[in-house]
C-alpha cells in the first residue's frame, strides 16, 4: 500500500568548513528530523551544502540547490525543509525567487523556526523580501566585521593565521588567546629565504620570467614548501607577495560569485610599517621587481606607456631595444657561418652573430642594410653610453629628493586624509538611508520609496567619485615613492656603474642598459641612440647633443629641462 505521509527534501548548508563535524551538518540535521517526525511526515531527500557562502556565491552555480529543484520538478517530494530560510541563500535580489520557483512547482517551503512561507498575496512577497533584505544586510555587516578585524590586524602587523609562505615557518609567539589555545607567528626560514633572494635576484639582476625562474628552481630539484615541484603561478604568487619586503598583506584576491582573482595592488592593505624581523628581499628591490615584471604586458606598455624590460636571450646585448632607422623594423638575432681553409689545407668553420633588419627578412620595403655587426653596433653605443654617465657623475640629486619628499608629505598626504574622513562621513550618511528602506516599503518613514532611492543613488555615486580619487592620489603617493627609490639607487651607482657593467654577465648588462636606454635606431651611415633616466623632469642641468659630429665633439646645443634626455647620432 502507498504511503500517504507527505514527504520531505531537507536541504541543510553551512558556510564555512570550520562549522563542519566530519561529514555531517549535526544540528540541523537533528532539528529537521525532530521536526518531521512531529508533523508526522517523511524524510525522502537531503542536501548538503558544505563551506559554500550564501551570500557570494549563486544559486545558479551551487550544485545541491540546483540537484533539489531538478528533484521539484519531478516530483520527488512535496515539502523542502530548512532550518532556518537563510540556508537556502541571504541575496536579496536572488533567494526570494528561488523560494518563490519552488511554490510555483507546488512544493511548499517550511522551516523549524520560521515556519511555513507562502505566497498567497502582494504581502506575502513583500514578507519574503524584507526577511532576505535582512539577512543579506547581515551578511554583509558580518563581511564588513569580518574585513575590518582581518584589516586591522594585517595594518597592526599581526599573523592572521593559516600556513606560513615559502621562506617561512610557524613559530610559537608566546601568547595565548581567550581559549588558552597558544597563538603561532611567522619566522625567517633561513634555508629557503635564501631561494628566495635567489628568485628575486634572477628578476632584478637578470630579468628571467617567471617560466624560466620555474624551469631553473625544478632543473636543480629545489622543492616547493610542501616537498612538490614549482609552478609558473606558484613563482608568480611569490614574486609578488608583499611578505617578502616585510609587510602582511590582506584583500589580494576578491571572490565573485565563489571565483577568486588576483586584485589590483592598489586595493591590497598592507601592514602600516615594515616588519624587520621578517623582511627577506629589500623594499627597493621587491618594487623594482614588480615594476620590470609588470612592464612586460603589452596591454599596460600601450595604455601608460611604460618602459618594457624586454630580455631576450640573444647573445647580442640590444635585442628588444634596437630597430632599423630606415623601416622602424626590430633588430633580431641571426648567425653567419664561414668556412675558410687553412695554409696546410685545414677547412674551418666560423659562426658570428649579427643584428638582422626584421622587415627585410618579412619582404618589408627597406633601403637599409640586411646586417650589421656586432662589434661595430654594440662598440659605438656603449662608448656614448659611458660618456654619458660621465657627464651624470657630477650631479647632485639631494635637493630633487628632498622637494620630492616635500610636496608628497604636505601635498597628496593632508588631500588623502582629508578625503577618508569625508568618505567616512557619507558612509554613515548612506548607513541611516539603508536601514529607512524597510520602513518606506511598509508606509512608516517619512521619506518616500522614489526619494529614498535618489537619494541613495546620490550618496552611493558621491562615495564611487571619492574611492577613485583616493585611490589616484593613492598611486601618485606610490609613484614618488618609487621615483625617489629610483633616484637615490642612481645617486648610489652611477660612479660604479661603469665597473660594474664591465664584469657582468650578458643578463645582467642587458638590464642595466635597459634601465638607461629608451631606444637605438640603426641606418646605413649612422646610430641613433635616445639614452634617458627614469626621473630626466626633475633633474636640474643641460646635457649636450652630439649632432652630426663623428668625433662626439661637444656643441653646447642644450636641451631644455622639460624634454631632458640625451639624443646622440653617432656617425657609422
Known sequence: MKSTKRRVGAFYRVSTKGQLDGDD????????????E?????????????????FKVSASKRDEIQRAKVDAE??????????????????????????????????????VKEGRQKFEDHSDDLINYIRFWQSSGESKKTSMRVNEKHSQMVEDGLFRGGTAAYGYHLVDSGVKNKKGKELLKLKIHEEQAEIVRMMFN??????????????????????????????????????????YKG??????????????????????ILSREVIQE?????????????????SRNPDKMKKEGVHRYNISKSPLIFVGLVRCGHCGSPLTTTYCNKDYKLKDGTRKKKVSVKYRCSGKAVGKACDGQTLYAQNKVEGLVLEEVFKYLDQLKQIDFSKQIDDLTKKAAEGDMKLLKKLKNEIQIKSNELTVLNAEVPKSLLGKSSFKPELLGQLIDQKENELNEQHSTVITLENSLQEKKVEMSHLEELKKHI??????????PVEKQKMMLHSIIEKILVNRDRIEVKLRLSLDQFIGY??????????????????SVKHLEHIARIIV
Open 25 to 36: 551538518i549535526p544540528m540541523q540535521r537533528r532539528a529537521c528530523n525532530e521536526f518531521i
Open 38 to 54: 512531529k508533523q508526522g511526515w517523511v524524510l525522502v531527500k537531503e542536501y548538503i551544502e558544505k563551506g559554500i557562502s550564501g
Open 74 to 111: 519531478q516530483k520527488q517530494f512535496d515539502i523542502l525543509l530548512v532550518f532556518m530560510y537563510d540556508r537556502l541563500g541571504r541575496r536579496d535580489d536572488e533567494t526570494p525567487f528561488v523560494m518563490k520557483w519552488f511554490d510555483r512547482k507546488g512544493i511548499e517551503l517550511w522551516s
Open 202 to 243: 634572477c628578476v632584478y639582476e637578470f630579468g628571467y620570467g617567471s617560466n624560466r625562474i620555474t624551469k631553473l628552481l625544478n632543473q636543480n630539484k629545489v622543492p616547493t614548501g610542501t616537498g612538490g615541484t614549482w609552478t609558473i603561478g606558484v613563482v608568480n604568487y611569490s614574486l609578488r607577495n608583499p611578505i
Open 247 to 268: 609587510y602582511m598583506a590582506y584583500a589580494k584576491r576578491k571572490n565573485d560569485d565563489g571565483i577568486f582573482s588576483v586584485q589590483s595592488k592598489d586595493k591590497w
Open 278 to 294: 621578517l623582511a627577506i628581499i629589500d623594499e627597493e628591490i621587491w618594487e623594482k621587481v614588480q615594476e620590470i615584471r609588470s
Open 495 to 504: 660612479p660604479l656603474w661603469s665597473e660594474i657593467f664591465k664584469t657582468a
Open 542 to 559: 643641460s646635457i649636450h647633443d652630439f649632432r652630426n659630429d663623428p668625433k662626439g665633439r661637444q656643441k653646447n646645443e642644450s636641451l
